[in-house]
């Protein structure tokens, strides 16, 4: 079983950036692909990006590419999410989690770091 913590969300003003981690322990991690999400207030929650821990899979949000950016260190097992220019709308709780690759449904959550950008 995988466990993800996630870590580095804050208050910040509109057009900062930002860096999110998630670190992942238990299970062999090259087997699974890891997402990051978010849920803002009143709204359904979205995926953002996903990497393959491999390299060979990475996926950033449509609506996001050219702000946000997807990485991994393989040595310390930790996912990143870089999150530049924020806007107020970005506004939301981030959450990180693993799927087995091959799989649909992503089956290991974190609790969630909340990102509260001012305008």
């Known amino acids: 079983q995988v466990q993800v913590v996630e870590s580095g969300g804050g208050l910040v003003q509109a057009g900062d950036s930002l860096k999110l981690s998630c670190a992942a322990s238990?299970?062999?991690?090259?087997?699974?692909?890891m997402g990051w999400f978010r849920q803002a207030p009143g709204k359904e929650r979205e995926i953002v990006a996903a990497?393959?821990?491999?390299?060979?899979?990475?996926y950033v949000a449509d609506s996001e590419k050219g702000r946000f950016t997807v990485s991994r260190n393989l040595a310390k097992s930790t996912v990143y999410l870089q999150m530049n220019n924020l806007k107020p709308e970005d506004t939301a709780v981030y959450y990180c989690?693993?799927?087995?690759?091959?799989?649909?449904?992503?089956?290991?959550w974190g609790r969630g770091t909340q990102v509260t950008v001012s305008s």
């Open positions: 989690a693993a799927k087995p690759r091959g799989e649909t449904a992503y089956e290991y």
């Open positions: 238990g299970g062999s991690l090259s087997l699974y692909i």
């Open positions: 990497l393959g821990w491999s390299g060979s899979y990475s």
